[in-house]
């Protein structure tokens, strides 16, 4: 009789799970209503905030139909995983509607002018203490912001530290702007400009910003020299080579491009140089150059591999020597809910903006290109956004960026080693990266993935595991520590000394992940990132800080390096029109780990919907950056949607010159589980080209797209399994 009412009983419980799973994503969907209605209420008053949230419906119809792949084809627990990311998603925007709606009016509580503090703004007088004297007057006297009159306000910085010309710390609720014709001209072009730390609800608005002299030296190859190993440069543009910028900077490097020019007369038709040196093209170590005559300059460059300078760089390219630096013109540090709208920018010696573990961050109606007295057009050093470890990503929206010398976007989660373990219990670094402290972010994370043995630049993913509680302890390091200087990735030295107290953060998991590979005794982050090859420890990627529900909707990118990676978790790039000239618009990484920059890629539900792409090439999916196991569904990309987008190839690249590399198909998926590939249009005027489509170890759909050119035909390799396909 017992065992009849317990099978019963479980009987029961099973048949409401499965009521319970049927109805709640139903039930998701009328919170997700409720929550764009509450928001459009607030257009008046927060336009932004408003698009951000109607912006994100097509992330929730994304988990919605992940969610029900996984139920389908997967298993019941990634199902529950997936559903459980979703709602924690939109519990969190529910919340972030409660902070948004409750910001005090700015405008309200009255600007000080900071001419009023000692700025001159005549272009000449250094300006930086009197609007930081501005700033501070107004954070200790509740004003609501900062004005600065049109003017050139001219801002010094220390050059030989990262001392920013405007710092604001802890600060919350202030607006700092300016009007037409406000003019903020950096002294250098080494960031950070601006560098705000533990903020929230800080805005810059209505200026431009620039620096007193380009990033760059540029000219054509004219010749190599008789050793074989340089190159000689006839300069034409920028900065001249010997400027000390480049002694100055963290990152100088050369890259190769087109020297042909488009009809303005300084924009390169295309962004890099021929294939075969393609992946030689960022050159970071190498001797200054030194002049030569006139206005020739010579210069080493690493070989490498390469038994001829020709095998690098090609005569009659065009080479730039980018003046490049690690950080941004905006650098924000552990702040959230912070804005940039209407600001313009150039002359960038770095990032534009650099986010770390900052949620929430808008940045709209904004302009970066190259300055018009530009000869040739470059308007920064590296990327336009990067962000690391965001729990909740913000909206990038309706902004013009033109003329980067780096990628589009950068968005990354973070990986850690396992210091020690108590079966289901382990502990992480707090400082997991130097710069970023995991306790800030321990309560945001409800999942886990277990990343096995770390050895190679790439990993295989994963196994996810919910985090039940986490809480900020301290750890004893061992007598025992890594002798640093004579330790490196092939050998460890250790050494003796007595213990110390390191913090940590300990994870509860729902279950025992077995024995797991430890960084100890080796506990701080010095230690175990110099032996990251030589002691294999298992990694955790936290998963639940990338960037999800970051809306990139109604941009113009143009005339860039940039690449668009596809990465972050619950993501969505929209509307958006990409008038490219480099290869490769999708490119696409996943179970990757660079170490060098403690970056880590996991990206799924990820969607491009409705964008207008022109590109060079007619390859748009590159994934050359992955590793999985063709037999495990579980190391697989999951829940990729490339719905209705248009991408036009106009053939400029150097390979259809030369009838090179035509062979290359227009997509290409390796390892990817629910890949939707439906109504895009394709147009390849007047080539003959590879396959349209190249798939392996891919399930998804795969149906209406127009494919208008002359494509030959598909090439299906093994495990692929593709439903309503056209």
């Excluded at 609501?144 to 009159?149: E, H, N, S």
């Excluded at 990993?459 to 595991?465: F, H, L, Q």
């Amino acid at each position: 009789m017992i065992l009849k009412l317990l099978y019963t009983f479980a009987l029961y419980a099973a048949c409401i799970s499965v009521i319970h799973a049927a109805s709640l994503p139903e039930n998701l969907g009328k919170r997700v209503a409720q929550l764009e209605a509450q928001a459009e209420t607030m257009r008046i008053t927060d336009s932004d905030f408003a698009d951000w949230v109607k912006k994100q419906s097509s992330i929730h119809a994304a988990y919605r139909k992940a969610y029900e792949y996984d139920l389908k084809y997967a298993s019941a627990p990634e199902a529950e995983s997936l559903l459980l990311e979703w709602e924690n998603l939109i519990k969190r925007m529910e919340d972030e509607l409660n902070v948004f709606r409750a910001m005090p009016d700015l405008d309200a509580r009255g600007f000080v002018n900071v001419t009023d503090f000692g700025a001159k703004a005549d272009g000449m007088t250094d300006d930086a203490a009197a609007i930081q004297k501005a700033i501070d007057f107004a954070v200790a006297n509740g004003k609501g912001g900062v004005f600065l009159p049109k003017g050139r306000y001219l801002l010094k910085r220390n050059q030989k530290t990262r001392v920013a010309a405007i710092r604001l710390r802890n600060v919350k609720n202030l607006k700092i702007t300016g009007e037409e014709g406000t003019v903020l001209v950096m002294e250098s072009n080494k960031p950070p400009f601006f560098h705000m730390t533990e903020c929230e609800n800080v805005r810059f608005e209505n200026f431009h910003v620039t620096a007193l002299k380009p990033i760059f030296s540029t000219g054509i190859i004219v010749d190599y020299t008789a050793d074989g190993k340089g190159i000689v440069m006839r300069h034409d543009g920028g900065v001249l080579p010997s400027d000390r910028q480049f002694d100055e900077c963290e990152m100088p490097n050369f890259r190769t491009y087109d020297a042909n020019l488009a009809e303005d007369g300084k924009t390169p038709i295309l962004y890099t140089g021929p294939s075969h040196i393609r992946r030689r093209i960022a050159t970071w170590n190498f001797q200054r150059m030194k002049h030569v005559k006139d206005d020739l300059y010579s210069v080493q460059v690493p070989m490498g591999k390469a038994k001829h300078a020709s095998e690098v760089f090609g005569k009659g390219l065009r080479l730039v020597h980018f003046a490049r630096n690690h950080w941004a013109a905006f650098t924000w540090m552990h702040s959230n809910r912070c804005r940039i709208k209407r600001v313009s920018l150039d002359r960038v010696g770095g990032l534009v903006i650099r986010n770390n573990q900052g949620d929430a961050m808008f940045v709209t109606d904004c302009t970066v290109a190259a300055a018009p007295e530009e000869k040739f057009s470059f308007s920064t050093c590296a990327d336009f956004y990067y962000t690391r470890t965001a729990s909740l990503g913000g909206f990038i929206g309706r902004n013009i960026v033109r003329n980067l010398g780096d990628d589009l976007f950068n968005m990354h989660s973070a990986m850690t080693p396992v210091l020690l373990q108590e079966k289901n219990v382990i502990y992480l670094p707090e400082h997991y990266i130097p710069e970023q402290r995991l306790s800030e972010k321990m309560h945001r994370l409800h999942a886990v993935d277990i990343v096995p043995h770390y050895g190679d630049r790439l990993v295989n993913a994963s196994r996810r595991y919910r985090v039940l509680s986490a809480e900020k302890v301290v750890l004893q390091h061992p007598a025992t520590y890594l002798d640093l200087r004579n330790s490196n990735d092939r050998k460890i030295v250790t050494l003796e000394k007595a213990e110390s107290p390191v913090p940590a953060i300990k994870l509860v998991l729902d279950r025992d992940p077995g024995t797991l590979e430890c960084a100890s005794p080796f506990l701080t982050h010095q230690e175990y990132s110099k032996i990251r090859n030589a002691k294999k420890y298992d990694l955790v990627h936290l998963v639940d800080l990338y960037s999800q529900g970051q809306v990139i909707a109604e941009n113009y990118f143009a005339d860039t390096v940039g690449r668009c990676w596809i990465a972050g978790s619950g993501v969505v790039l929209k509307n958006n029109v990409f008038n490219m000239r480099y290869p490769h618009f999708f490119y696409c990484s996943w179970n990757h780990y660079i170490p060098t920059w403690d970056e880590a890629f996991y990206p799924r539900v990820v969607t491009y919907e409705g964008n207008c792409v022109r590109m060079p090439e007619y390859t748009t999916f590159c994934m050359e950056q992955t590793k999985y196991k063709p037999d495990d569904p579980s190391t697989w990309m999951r829940h990729i949607y490339i719905l209705n987008n248009r991408l036009i190839f106009d053939l400029t690249s150097f390979n259809y010159a030369q009838k090179k590399f035509t062979h290359l198909p227009l997509f290409e998926a390796r390892g990817v589980a629910d890949l939707e590939l439906i109504g895009n249009t394709f147009l390849l005027p007047g080539e003959d080209a590879g396959p349209r489509l190249v798939l392996q170890d891919v399930t998804g759909i795969v149906k209406d797209n127009k494919y208008l050119g002359r494509w030959t035909a598909d090439v299906i390799g093994k495990n692929v399994s593709l439903h309503d396909k056209k």
